[in-house]
């Protein structure tokens, strides 16, 4: 079965600048979840969608959001970038009680 | 609140010994326990979970993990240590019965020894 899939591998952007970052689950799965991988913070939680809907969001300024597709498919979108929000972008999926199942992530760097 | 300790940031171990990653975890519920092993610029990856079968949970690449309630406890343990486990290695709880939140913890980095 294909896992799930991050695209782009890596994104460049200057500061102000917008991003799109995509994320295909695992087929079947109808959860998505985003996170933030910053260099010495860990993993930080900032999205979770099901079905479609925004289920609960992490501490981050309202310029993180995203959305989920019908087909479960999810995008995340980051206004305004900053040069703080240079990181590592991770996508996962699940499916009711089973475990998450993550992308290999999208490297954003801010110059 | 729900929340999971990692009580090494970083455990050095040389190639074949024994290696343990200590986890201990606050939840109000039975919890579910999992632990993921990330590789440098890659995602994370399932390696055991506990979802209250057996305390003992095998895994995969010969890890395993065992449940202690009365100690809030869900050590990670391989007998032999290899270079390719050199990694970081997240505990993570999950909060309640369907989807909802995964809280992880801070990770662990292994480094592995020749």
């Known amino acids: 079965e294909a896992g799930v899939t991050q695209s782009p591998t890596h994104l460049i952007k200057t500061r102000g600048q917008q991003a799109t970052l995509r994320c295909s689950p695992i087929s079947g799965h109808t959860s998505v979840y985003w996170y933030q991988q910053a260099l010495g913070l860990g993993l930080q939680f900032l999205l979770w969608?099901?079905?479609?809907?925004?289920?609960n969001r992490g501490n981050f300024p309202p310029r993180f959001s995203g959305r989920q597709f019908p087909n479960y498919s999810s995008e995340l979108n980051v206004n305004a970038l900053e040069l703080e929000d240079s990181a590592l972008y991770l996508c996962?999926?699940?499916?009711?009680?089973?475990?998450?199942?993550f992308g290999d992530g999208t490297r954003l760097s801010i110059l | 609140a729900q929340s999971v300790t990692q009580l090494d940031s970083h455990v050095s171990v040389s190639e074949g010994t024994p290696v343990l990653l200590r986890c201990n975890y606050s939840s109000s519920y039975s919890p579910s326990l999992f632990w993921y092993v990330q590789h440098p610029n890659k995602g994370l990856q399932l390696l055991l979970k506990y979802t209250s079968a057996a305390t003992l949970v095998k895994g995969i690449n010969g890890f395993e993990a065992e449940f202690k309630k009365s100690e809030t406890s869900f050590h990670l343990t391989k007998p032999s240590a290899h270079m390719s486990d050199a990694a970081e290695y997240f505990c993570?709880?999950?909060?309640?019965?369907?989807?909802?939140?995964?809280?992880f913890g801070p990770g662990t980095r292994l480094s592995v020894l020749p």
């Open positions: 993570v709880v999950k909060l309640g019965n369907y989807g909802q939140n995964f809280v």
């Open positions: 969608y099901d079905e479609g809907e925004e289920r």
């Open positions: 996962a999926s699940s499916f009711g009680d089973q475990p998450q199942h």
